[in-house]
């Protein structure tokens, strides 16, 4: 900090001549930080975002006094920064892509030594991991001239979500494969939009070149009180179905439409073996592109595509 300010002055005195013949003092970053508390607090918020972001248990607890303490929302109680660093560092060994989103609703001053900042926060640990939802309170105090924090509070707040309506598809969150001869078809399946939703892209290589790809979101469709997916390829068509659970599976009725308007029908299914989470069949029949009566497809397995163990 010493060099930083050392040089802006080193600059103000460049203009000295000018600046201070008008009777007006230079100022710099420096000086807007140390002589305006709430922008010091917001620093350090911005400061522990950047920290947590990269995984920096050590850049974290720094923020905090020696003997400052944090009470996350389960209840558990860390004192010392020693203690703290150790906790974000457990956490980010255990979660190593975890970001965080800080909304800072007040900061308040008691004291001119002492700030109080309230806020929510939001930590997203992966594309399909739920994330969890914190109101917060923070006990700054102004120490050797920096703002660091004193004591943190967390209480867990819920995020809405229609998760409990479609966790039966859980078991398709991964990677799936199906390899005919020189055709490879590729699924994606993650979970978006807080585990409301789930998103599905696919990819068809011919020889090992993409011909054709899509998209696909599951959902809950509260009018119909069914599960409904809304379907899209790279061609331009798009399409939907109506989901209706079933002893073997899943029974899919889709309609949909051709890039050039021409109506598409088809009753697919979605076949499980019981307990087995790691292959699915898939079937079309009856299906109809405008007037024309097509053949039903057979068969189709698709496999979970697997990490290989080193």
Request: negative net charge.
């Amino acid at each position: 900090m010493r060099r930083f300010v050392g040089y802006c002055w080193r600059f103000a005195a460049m203009l000295a001549p000018l600046v201070f013949a008008a009777g007006v003092r230079p100022t710099c970053a420096a000086d807007k930080v140390e002589n305006n508390p709430e922008v010091a607090i917001r620093a350090t918020a911005k400061a522990f975002s950047e920290a947590f972001d990269r995984g920096d248990a050590l850049a974290v607890a720094a923020l905090w006094t020696e003997k400052g303490t944090l009470a996350d929302e389960q209840g558990q109680i860390y004192k010392g920064r020693k203690a703290i660093e150790t906790e974000y560092g457990a956490f980010f060994k255990q979660q190593p892509k975890a970001k965080i989103e800080i909304a800072i609703e007040s900061i308040e001053f008691p004291t001119a030594t002492m700030a109080v900042e309230d806020g929510l926060s939001r930590v997203i640990v992966g594309r399909s991991a739920h994330p969890v939802a914190s109101r917060y309170t923070a006990v700054h105090v102004l120490e050797d001239g920096k703002w660091r924090m004193a004591t943190v509070r967390e209480s867990a707040v819920d995020l809405p979500s229609s998760y409990a309506a479609v966790k039966d598809l859980e078991w398709m969150v991964g990677d799936w494969k199906i390899v005919r001869d020189h055709t490879t078809v590729e699924n994606h399946v993650h979970w978006i939009a807080n585990k409301s939703f789930l998103e599905r892209e696919y990819f068809v290589r011919e020889k090992g070149m993409t011909t054709s790809s899509g998209a696909q979101i599951i959902g809950w469709d509260p009018q119909a009180e069914q599960i409904h997916s809304w379907s899209f390829d790279s061609a331009g068509g798009h399409g939907g179905g109506l989901w209706t659970k079933t002893a073997d599976g899943w029974d899919i009725q889709s309609r949909g439409m051709l890039p050039d308007g021409t109506p598409t029908v088809a009753d697919d299914q979605l076949i499980r073996v019981p307990d087995e989470n790691d292959v699915v069949g898939w079937k079309s029949t009856n299906r109809r592109v405008g007037d024309a009566q097509l053949p039903d497809m057979e068969e189709l397995v698709l496999e979970r595509v697997t990490e290989k163990k080193r």
